[in-house]
């Protein structure tokens, strides 16, 4: 691993303490992917970070170390997303722990990092929040490897979401043990295309995301989906 690397594009997704008055904090970097360094002195009264180091702000950070476990040495913020609020704040901690956990250390994800930037736009705006959870959900499964496979599917048949093959089986009948795992072809090719203008298209793919999410992450609940209960 590098011993040091200076001025990297970076965005925080986790902070937690460290010793008296120290925090390690997973950041989410343009080339560099997750990236956990130990922030020394930041949760002292007057240290200088505790205002820089926020999430959902664009920074620019420096670090160095020979494990896998950092040393931060110099973090500014170099631009302000605004401030998210409310259901968009729940949103976006949702988007930071999905990634903290589904991410794996020093692994780049560039494209990813441009729709991260993306999805806290389109958190920040408003304007259609569910729909940016959902295109950033399927992206973030394509860019680790579990890219739902969309490009077979038939409108008018019904599919059942088969998780450990990974794959849509289509069926004629569908058992009622087994109505979660079922959906529509044209609401599959709705997701594909990122289209979710109706209520039907908006359920079938939160249902299909937390189906693939949840696979992924072993039934291990997510923290922050707590806050929307």
């Known amino acids: 691993m590098e011993y040091r690397v200076d001025t990297q594009a970076a965005y925080i997704l986790h902070l ?3 010793l ?6 997973d950041f ?7 990236v956990s360094a130990v922030v020394k002195g930041i949760r002292r009264p007057r240290s200088k970070l505790k205002g820089v180091l926020q999430p959902f702000v664009p920074l620019q ?10 040393t931060l040495i110099h973090a500014e913020a170099v631009g302000l997303n605004g401030i998210l609020q409310g259901n968009a704040l729940m949103c976006g901690l949702y988007v930071n722990e999905l990634m903290q956990r589904q991410l794996s250390p020093f692994d780049p994800h560039p494209k990813l990092y441009v729709y991260y930037q993306y999805v806290l736009n389109e958190l920040l705006s408003g304007e259609d929040i569910q729909g940016a959870l959902r295109t950033f959900e399927r992206r973030l499964l394509s860019e680790t490897g579990f890219g739902l496979p969309l490009s077979d599917i038939q409108p008018l ?7 450990e093959q990974w794959c849509f089986e289509r069926v004629s009948q569908v058992p009622d043990p087994l109505r979660r795992f079922a959906f529509r ?10 289209c979710y203008d109706t209520p039907a298209q908006q359920q079938a793919a939160k249902r299909l995301m937390r189906l693939a999410i949840d696979h992924l992450l072993a039934d291990r609940p997510l923290r922050s989906r707590a806050l929307f209960q």
Request: glycine share 6%.
């Open 20 to 25: 008296e008055t120290s925090a390690i904090v």
């Open 61 to 70: 950070i420096s670090w160095q170390g020979k494990q896998e476990l950092k």
């Open 28 to 34: 989410f970097t343009l080339n560099n992917g997750r």
């Open 157 to 163: 048949d019904v599919y059942l979401f088969n998780m």
């Open 185 to 194: 072809g044209q609401d599959l090719l709705a997701i594909a295309a990122d």
């Open 16 to 18: 937690r303490p460290y």
